[in-house]
C-alpha cells in the first residue's frame, strides 16, 4: 500500500522540514507488521513528492496474538488484501514515522507547522466498505476536492463484479498536521477493520486527532461508530464528548457573535493577535501575563514560540479558562511548552502578587469591558503593582465603527463592552498613565487604517527602564 504526498507550495522542498524525512535518503522503519519506506520521488523548487510504502508480511500478520489479529484477516489468512490495501495498518505507520509532523512539531522550520500549503495525498488502494459517495460524505466537508478511481479486480473476469477497491487523491490547501490527523482517523473508517484489539485508550487517540474537526463534521457519528469497529460502548462515549465539544464551541462563541460578525471581513482578530506578538516578541521579553486570556488564542502563540519561557494566562471566568485548558490541549501539550504554560484564575482590580516580576504584560481587547470607575484599581494593579517592563493594550476605535453598515449608529461593537474610546480619549488615558506611574507609551494602529477615522484597534505598548 502507498500513500504520496505532495505540494506545490514553493520552496515545494519545504515538505521536507515538515515530514522529518531528508529527500535524498530512502529511510526503512520496522513495523510489527512489516517494513514502512520513506522516499521522495520527484524533488523540485516547484514541487516535492513524499511517499510512504509499506511492505506488509503476511505471515507476520497471521501469527499475530489476539482476537483482533484474526478478526483483521480473511478466512483465508494467508490469501487476503492486507499488504495492497490503506488500513489501520496505515494509520499505525503514520503516526510512528511521521509522528513529528502529525504533532505539530518542525524544529528547523517552526513557522511551517501553521503555514496551509496546497497539498495532495494519494492513497493506493483504499478500500471502501460502503457506498463509493461516503467517499465524498466524508473529505468534502473537509474541504478537500476528491478524486477516485475505482481499480479492477481482474478485467478477464467480469463477472466478479465491481471492485471495492480505489485510489483516491485528496487535493485542498492545508497544514500538514491537518492532513495527517484526517488521514489517521478516517483511513480505517473505510476499511472497517482493525489489526490490533481496540481498547480504551482508542478514545482518547480519536479525540485527540480529531479535534477542532470532528465533532463539527456532518457525519461524525458514521466515522465515530467505524472507527471502533462498531463497539456501542466506546462509540456512545466518544459520540458524548464530541457533542460536549460542539455545544462548547456554540457556547464559546456566543457572547462575541455579534463583533466578530463586523470584524469577519477583515481577519481583524488574526490582525490583532498578529501585531501583539510582534510587539513581546520586539520588547526582548521571556516571561509574559496574558491579562483577561479568555480562550487562549494568544496563549497558543505565545507557547509555541521559544523565545518565551514562562507563560501565564488570568482569567476572572473560570469557563474561559477551562475553555482555554481545552483548546490548548493542556495535559496533552509537549512538555517545553508544557513547563512553561500556567493559567490563573483571579481579578484585574485586586492586587495580586503572582501578577509581579514578568516581562511583560499583554492586555487584548480586555479594558472596554471593566465599568469606568474600576479602571483606576485596574490601573494600579497593572502599572504600580505588577509593573512588568513592558505592557501591550488594546482597545477598540469607535470612531472606526460608522464603517460597518450593519452597525446602528450609536451602538457598541459588543454588548458587554461599558466604553469605547475615541483615538484622542485612549491617547489620553494611556498618556495619564504613563506619567503616573513612569512609563513611556507609544501608539499603533491594528488592521486596516482609514484616512479619516484611523484603524479599526487601537494599540498602545507602555515601557519603562526601572
Known amino acids: 500500500m502507498l500513500l504520496t504526498l505532495s505540494t506545490t507550495h514553493q520552496p515545494a522542498t519545504d515538505l521536507g522540514y515538515l515530514l522529518h524525512k531528508h529527500p535524498d535518503r530512502v529511510q526503512t522503519f520496522r513495523q510489527s507488521f512489516g517494513n514502512a519506506v520513506v522516499y521522495y520521488p520527484h524533488v523540485a523548487n516547484d514541487r516535492c ?78 478500500p471502501m466498505r460502503g457506498p463509493e459517495k461516503f467517499l465524498n460524505e466524508v473529505f468534502e466537508p473537509l474541504g478537500y476536492t476528491v478524486e477516485a478511481e ?59 486527532k480529531g479535534e477542532h474537526w470532528l465533532a463539527a463534521h456532518p457525519a461524525k457519528e458514521t466515522i465515530t461508530r467505524r472507527y471502533f469497529n462498531n463497539k456501542p460502548s466506546l462509540y456512545r462515549q466518544a459520540l458524548a464528548r464530541l457533542v460536549e465539544e460542539e455545544q462548547l464551541d456554540i457556547d464559546e462563541a456566543q457572547p462575541s457573535r455579534a463583533e466578530e460578525s463586523l470584524e469577519r471581513k477583515l481577519s481583524l482578530n488574526e490582525q490583532r493577535l498578529g501585531t501583539v506578538l510582534s510587539a513581546l516578541r520586539s520588547s526582548g521579553a521571556r516571561s509574559v501575563v496574558d491579562l483577561g486570556c479568555g480562550e487562549g488564542k494568544l496563549l497558543k502563540e505565545l507557547i509555541e514560540d521559544r523565545q518565551f519561557h514562562r507563560v501565564v494566562g488570568v482569567d476572572v471566568a473560570v469557563r474561559s479558562l477551562e475553555i482555554a485548558s481545552r483548546r490548548l490541549k493542556a495535559h496533552r501539550l509537549p512538555l517545553w511548552m508544557a513547563e512553561k504554560l500556567e493559567l490563573l484564575h483571579g481579578s484585574l482590580i485586586y492586587r495580586d502578587k503572582r501578577l509581579e516580576n514578568f516581562d511583560a504584560a499583554a492586555v487584548v481587547e480586555v479594558i472596554e469591558h471593566l465599568d469606568p470607575p474600576r479602571l483606576k484599581a485596574f490601573e494600579r494593579v497593572l502599572f504600580e503593582f505588577a509593573r512588568p517592563k513592558t505592557v501591550v493594550l488594546t482597545t477598540p476605535n469607535r470612531e472606526y465603527n460608522v464603517m460597518w453598515e450593519t452597525l446602528p449608529e450609536g451602538r457598541l461593537r459588543h454588548p458587554d463592552h461599558r466604553f469605547e474610546w475615541t483615538r484622542a480619549e485612549f491617547q489620553e488615558w494611556a498618556d495619564g498613565v504613563a506619567e503616573r506611574f513612569g512609563y513611556q507609551v507609544r501608539f499603533a494602529p491594528v488592521g486596516p487604517v482609514d484616512e479619516i477615522v484611523g484603524s479599526p484597534t487601537q494599540m498602545g505598548v507602555f515601557t519603562h527602564d526601572k
Open 150 to 208: 475505482r481499480k479492477p479486480l481482474d478485467p478477464q473476469f467480469t463477472e466478479w463484479g465491481d471492485s471495492p477497491y480505489f485510489s483516491v487523491t485528496l487535493t485542498g490547501t492545508k497544514t500538514l498536521v491537518d492532513l495527517l490527523k484526517h488521514l489517521y482517523v478516517l483511513i480505517p473508517v473505510f476499511d472497517g477493520r482493525k489489526h490490533y484489539f481496540i481498547s480504551d485508550d482508542e478514545l482518547d487517540k480519536l479525540l485527540t
Open 49 to 126: 513528492e513524499a511517499c510512504l510504502l509499506l511492505d506488509v508480511d503476511e505471515v507476520a500478520l497471521v501469527r499475530g496474538k489476539g482476537r483482533s489479529a484474526t478478526k483483521f484477516l480473511s478466512d483465508n489468512q494467508y490469501v487476503n488484501d492486507r499488504p495492497y490495501v490503506a488500513s489501520s495498518l496505515m494509520s499505525v505507520a503514520i503516526a510512528d514515522v511521521y509522528r513529528t509532523a502529525l504533532n505539530g512539531a518542525c524544529k528547523d522550520r517552526p513557522e511551517l507547522v501553521e503555514t496551509s500549503l496546497p497539498l495532495k495525498a494519494r492513497i493506493d488502494v483504499l
